[in-house]
C-alpha cells in the first residue's frame, strides 16, 4: 500500500488528475473479480440483499479514498502515513458516540495522547507542515473509521470479497462519469503509473484481507504500523524527504497510542 501512495504522488506530481489515478485504483477489481468467480463456477456468490447498504458504504468509501489521496498529494508520504493512523482515535470515538460501547479511561487517554501527537507534528501556527493537508489527511482517516463501522455491519451478512466488489462497482462508474471532464493526454510513464497504481491497489487489498486469514486482528493491526517505515524510506529515495524533527516526536506518540487501543479491544474481548 506504501508503494501505491508512491505512484498516487508520482501522479500528481505528473498533473495527473486525481480522479483519473481513483478509477484506475477502482477498476481492475470488477474483472478480476468476475473472473475469479468464473473460474470456479460461484456466479451465485455475487448476490445479495443489502444493495442498499453496499450502495451507503460505497459513497463513504468514495469520500474517503479521495480525502486519502489528496492527503498523500499535499503532504510528505511519512507525515500523511502518520496522521492516517489516528483512525483508530476517530473509531474509538465513533464506537462511543454512534454505537453507544463503553469506553474506559484506557483508551480515552489513549485517544488524547494521540491527538497530542498529531499537534506535534502538524505544528499549527509554527510552520509545521500544510495544515490543509494535516485536516484533509485527518478527514480522510476519520471517514476511514466511519466505514470501518459500516463494514463491520455488512460482515455479518456479506463475504469480504462480496464488501470489496460492490465498492468498486458503486464507485468506478461514478469516476468513470467524472474522466471526459478531468481527464488529459498520457505518455508511457504516466499510464506506467496509472497501471502500477492499479496493479498494487488491488494486491494490496488481497493480501490486507488475506492477512486476516492467517492472523488475529491485533497482529495484523500491529503489522499495520510498518507501513511508517516503508514511507519514510520511499519518501527519502523518490522524493527526497525526510519527516520533521517534529514528526519523530509526534508519530511514536499516534503509534503507541493506538497500539495501547488495540491492547485494551483484545483485554476486552479475551476478558
Given at each position: 500500500?506504501?508503494?501505491?501512495?508512491?505512484?498516487?504522488?508520482?501522479?500528481?506530481?505528473?498533473e495527473?488528475?486525481?480522479?483519473?489515478?481513483?478509477?484506475?485504483?477502482?477498476?481492475p477489481t470488477?474483472?478480476?473479480?468476475?473472473?475469479?468467480?468464473?473460474?470456479?463456477?460461484?456466479?451465485p456468490?455475487?448476490?445479495?440483499?443489502r444493495?442498499?447498504?453496499?450502495?451507503?458504504?460505497?459513497?463513504?468509501?468514495?469520500v474517503?479514498?479521495?480525502?486519502?489521496?489528496?492527503a498523500?498529494?499535499?503532504l510528505?508520504?511519512?507525515?500523511a502515513?502518520?496522521l492516517?493512523f489516528?483512525?483508530v482515535?476517530?473509531?474509538?470515538?465513533?464506537?462511543?458516540?454512534?454505537?453507544?460501547?463503553?469506553?474506559?479511561?484506557?483508551?480515552w487517554?489513549?485517544?488524547?495522547?494521540?491527538?497530542?501527537?498529531?499537534?506535534?507534528?502538524?505544528?499549527?501556527?509554527?510552520?509545521?507542515?500544510?495544515?490543509?493537508?494535516a485536516?484533509?489527511?485527518l478527514?480522510?482517516?476519520?471517514?476511514?473509521a466511519?466505514?470501518?463501522?459500516?463494514?463491520r455491519?455488512l460482515?455479518i451478512?456479506?463475504e469480504?470479497?462480496?464488501?470489496?466488489?460492490?465498492?468498486?462497482?458503486?464507485t468506478?462508474?461514478v469516476?468513470?462519469?467524472?474522466l471526459p471532464f478531468?481527464?488529459?493526454?498520457?505518455?508511457?510513464?504516466?499510464w506506467?503509473?496509472?497501471?502500477?497504481?492499479?496493479?498494487?491497489?488491488?494486491?494490496?487489498?488481497l493480501?490486507?484481507t488475506?492477512?486476516?486469514?492467517?492472523?488475529?486482528v491485533?497482529?495484523v493491526?500491529?503489522?499495520?504500523?510498518?507501513?511508517l517505515?516503508w514511507?519514510?524510506?520511499?519518501?527519502w529515495?523518490v522524493?527526497?524527504?525526510?519527516?520533521?524533527?517534529?514528526?519523530w516526536?509526534?508519530?511514536?506518540?499516534?503509534?503507541g497510542?493506538?497500539?495501547?487501543?488495540?491492547w485494551?479491544?483484545?483485554?476486552?474481548?479475551s476478558?
Open positions: 500500500m506504501s508503494g501505491m501512495y508512491v505512484l498516487i504522488k508520482l501522479a500528481g506530481e505528473r495527473i488528475h486525481i480522479v483519473e489515478s481513483l478509477f484506475w485504483r477502482q477498476l470488477i474483472p478480476f473479480v468476475l473472473i475469479w468467480l468464473l473460474l470456479k463456477g460461484q456466479w456468490r455475487l448476490r445479495t440483499k444493495l442498499g447498504a453496499h450502495a451507503r458504504r460505497a459513497m463513504y468509501g468514495m474517503g479514498m479521495s480525502l486519502n489521496f489528496a498523500v498529494t499535499l510528505p508520504l511519512a507525515e502515513t502518520a492516517n489516528t483512525t482515535f476517530w473509531a474509538v470515538i465513533l464506537s462511543a458516540v454512534i454505537l453507544k460501547e463503553n469506553v474506559g479511561y484506557w483508551r487517554g489513549a485517544v488524547l495522547i494521540g491527538f497530542v501527537g498529531v499537534l506535534a507534528i502538524a505544528k499549527p501556527g509554527a510552520g509545521g507542515i500544510s495544515l490543509s493537508g485536516s484533509v489527511a478527514a480522510g482517516a476519520f471517514m476511514i466511519l466505514i470501518s463501522i459500516q463494514i455491519n460482515s451478512s456479506e469480504p470479497f462480496l464488501i470489496v466488489f460492490y465498492f468498486s462497482v458503486f468506478a462508474p469516476f468513470a462519469l467524472v478531468v481527464a488529459t493526454p498520457h505518455d508511457v510513464g504516466d506506467c503509473i496509472l497501471f502500477g497504481l492499479a496493479l498494487l491497489g488491488l494486491f494490496g487489498q493480501v490486507l488475506a492477512s486476516l486469514r492467517f492472523a488475529p491485533s497482529t493491526i500491529i503489522m499495520d504500523y510498518s507501513g517505515i514511507a519514510t524510506l520511499f519518501g529515495i522524493f527526497e524527504q525526510l519527516p520533521t524533527p517534529a514528526t516526536v509526534g508519530a511514536p506518540l499516534i503509534i497510542a493506538a497500539l495501547l487501543v488495540a485494551r479491544e483484545h483485554q476486552k474481548t476478558a
